[in-house]
């Protein structure tokens, strides 16, 4: 996976316009994303060390979508990676994978902190 | 209208919802198949937009559930998919979807797809009450407007299961104008069937709350009196033949009274007996003939024994 963590986690005027241009919605979206996938990225590691690949496609699918709708494209990326993968049933890299989300996800709240709604 | 948004992913939840909302829908939430399923059941919800993919029932299960169930209307289905296969496609539309939406979706196909389905939705309730209306209109008799005999047909059979079934009493009676070939011929079929509207009013009217009148046929009319025996029967039923001949409706050819009458005859089905509803009815024209026989413009009620004689 070489995509860039130094770029920002979130394409700003992109994710603002699928808001409707509505900061305050905008912000309500990504705590709801941030509350929904740091609880889903538990249970994927949670099928991924259960050998489920198959769930850790449909989890990684459902944290790709949300973060496409927001326009968190590292984060979009990286959970698309984890799905394909494990759709295909290869589980080569998936730990480190799941680990860089993880940490994506934290630089997404960052982000969110420093948000002014 | 109401919109039913159906997915596991709360932000995509959350955005969608809040984009029909803003479209002027009232919308309503649901986290997965079997949520929605009861939201569908306790609500009038006249369209769905379901992801495809979520646990417990997915968008696709959710679809044929609908379509396999009666909740007693269409409910429009649009499924969300990121799956942009054409197979998909084919796969959505023949569980049962009626659309279906690729993602990410936008804002303008969302809003054109939804009207769509609106569209749809108005143009089904519209037809839906025509035909209610239609069904309605093959059991209302053209000329009087009450029950027809189709209704009637149906109706007693059903009042009189009822009554048996709960040792109720069931008094029918059957009612027929005087000599009315003789005001036809005199005063022509165009006054004929005014007095046929006149006289089926003045019965519809004169019969209380619970008791049904219908037009047999011809100048035949027939009640239903539920629980009630043949004296209470006999009462009611006199009250019709009396307002038939208030009504005053000139008819020189019915001696002596000079106006329209009728004749009625009832019988009243016994609790705890065992006869059908042929032989009830067949007791009603029994007695009514008696009325008849006996000089016409008058009641005869059926003693409860004549039911019980062997055929």
Redesign the interface.
């Known amino acids: 996976m070489t995509v860039s963590a130094e770029v920002c986690p979130i394409d700003l005027a992109d994710g603002l316009a699928?808001?409707?241009d509505d900061r305050a919605?905008y912000r309500?979206?990504l705590d709801?994303?941030l509350?929904?996938a740091r609880q889903r990225l538990v249970h994927l590691e949670a099928a991924l060390s259960g050998g489920d690949l198959t769930q850790v496609a449909?989890i990684a699918?459902?944290i790709k979508?949300?973060a496409?709708?927001?326009a968190a494209e590292r984060a979009r990326a990286l959970a698309w990676a984890i799905e394909s993968r494990g759709r295909a049933g290869d589980g080569t890299g998936l730990a480190e994978l799941a680990g860089e989300l993880a940490a994506e996800l934290e630089r997404v709240a960052d982000f969110t902190r420093s948000f002014e709604a | 209208m109401r919109v039913l948004v159906v997915e596991d992913e709360p932000v995509s939840r959350r955005m969608l919802s809040a984009a029909i909302s803003r479209m002027g829908y009232d919308v309503v939430a649901a986290a997965d198949g079997r949520e929605a399923w009861d939201v569908l059941r306790a609500e009038q919800i006249g369209l769905v937009v379901t992801d495809w993919m979520m646990p417990e029932m997915d968008g696709l299960q959710l679809v044929e559930k609908i379509r396999g169930s009666e909740l007693g209307r269409y409910v429009y289905v649009i499924l969300l998919t990121s799956r942009s296969e054409s197979r998909d496609a084919a796969e959505a539309l023949e569980a049962g979807a009626d659309d279906f939406i690729a993602k990410p979706w936008h804002r303008d196909e969302l809003t054109a797809r939804l009207t769509a389905g609106r569209r749809i939705l108005d143009l089904q309730a519209a037809l839906q009450e025509k035909n209610l209306l239609l069904e309605r209109m093959t059991r209302v008799d053209g000329l009087t407007g009450i029950g027809n005999r189709r209704n009637f047909d149906e109706e007693f059979p059903r009042a009189f299961e009822t009554a048996r079934r709960f040792h109720r009493f069931l008094s029918v009676a059957m009612l027929d104008i005087d000599r009315f070939k003789a005001y036809n011929d005199r005063f022509g079929h165009e006054a004929g069937d005014i007095a046929l509207r006149a006289v089926a009013a003045a019965i519809d009217e004169t019969v209380r709350t619970a008791d049904q009148s219908f037009r047999y046929g011809g100048e035949e009319f027939c009640c239903t009196f539920p629980e009630t025996d043949e004296a209470g029967a006999g009462i009611v039923a006199d009250r019709l033949r009396a307002a038939v001949e208030r009504l005053g409706i000139v008819h020189p050819e019915n001696c002596p009274w000079g106006v329209v009458t009728i004749s009625v005859g009832v019988a009243a089905l016994q609790p705890s007996t065992t006869v059908d509803p042929e032989d009830l009815l067949r007791a009603a024209d029994q007695a009514l003939y008696r009325a008849k026989a006996q000089g016409r413009n008058r009641t005869v009620a059926l003693a409860p024994e004549r039911l019980l004689a062997p055929r």
Request: glycine share 12%; charged share 20%.
């Open positions: 699928r808001a409707g919605f309500e979206l709801l994303f509350d929904d449909s699918h459902s979508g949300a496409a709708n927001l």
